[in-house]
């Protein structure tokens, strides 16, 4: 079974610009979540979706957000981006989400904003 | 804040020692769950202990949870140059949502 995909690995831009990530989940699983992970700040929860719906938002600006396909892959976009926003976004994907479940993530996109 | 925190930040250890890392969390919890992260890639599930175990073995790890002093530790038996890597509780808040601690960065000298 595949795992967790995402892409791009790499990603570089400018301030001011707006980016756009992408996750596959392990199929059948039907919840992805998004994180940020920060030398200052660690791991930080972005939001989850299940089932084309957000279900779950962390503490982020508007300037973050997200969607999920009827396949269960998500976008996670970046607008306006600022030199804070450097960081590894991380995906993760369960079967049904919440906090019972072990979930899965993928290696992340390094993002670095110049 | 509700993060657990893991504690110590860093440890450094030979091969074939044991490894034990804690963590303290700050609320009332049904589960916890311990993650490793090797650099430069994602975390990795290794171990989920529901608030009603004392202790969970799997492999070389075993996890036990104290939930009268809301801390959970992580030994690792036998270490390798493998396991170095950083760990990661996890726990969850009343909002359905997990919040990761800071981390333990392992360091296994072959």
């Known amino acids: 079974k595949a795992g967790v995909t995402q892409t791009p690995r790499y990603l570089i831009k400018t301030r001011g610009q707006q980016v756009t990530l992408s996750c596959s989940p392990i199929?059948?699983?039907?919840?992805v979540s998004w994180y940020q992970q920060t030398p200052g700040q660690g791991l930080q929860f972005l939001f989850e979706y299940f089932s084309e719906t957000q279900r779950n938002k962390g503490n982020f600006p508007g300037r973050f957000s997200g969607r999920q396909f009827s396949n269960s892959r998500s976008e996670m976009n970046v607008s306006t981006l600022e030199l804070g926003d450097s960081a590894l976004y991380l995906c993760a994907s369960s079967l049904e989400g919440g906090v019972s479940q072990p979930q899965h993530f993928g290696d992340g996109t390094r993002l670095s904003i110049l | 804040s509700q993060q657990g925190e893991e504690d110590p930040q860093a440890l450094s250890i030979q091969e074939g020692e044991n490894a034990t890392m804690n963590c303290s969390y700050k609320t009332s919890i049904n589960n916890l769950q311990w993650y490793r992260q090797n650099s430069g890639r994602g975390l990795v599930h290794l171990i989920l202990?529901?608030?009603?175990?004392r202790e969970k073995h799997s492999g070389r790890l075993r996890v036990t949870l104290d939930t009268s002093k809301k801390s959970s530790s992580l030994l690792i038996t036998a270490s390798r140059a493998a396991d170095t890597a950083s760990y990661f509780c996890?726990?969850?808040?009343?909002?359905?949502?997990?919040?990761f601690g800071t981390g333990t960065s392992l360091t296994v000298i072959p």
């Open positions: 202990i529901r608030s009603n175990e």
């Open positions: 996890a726990t969850e808040n009343t909002g359905n949502q997990f919040y």
């Open positions: 199929s059948g699983h039907r919840s």
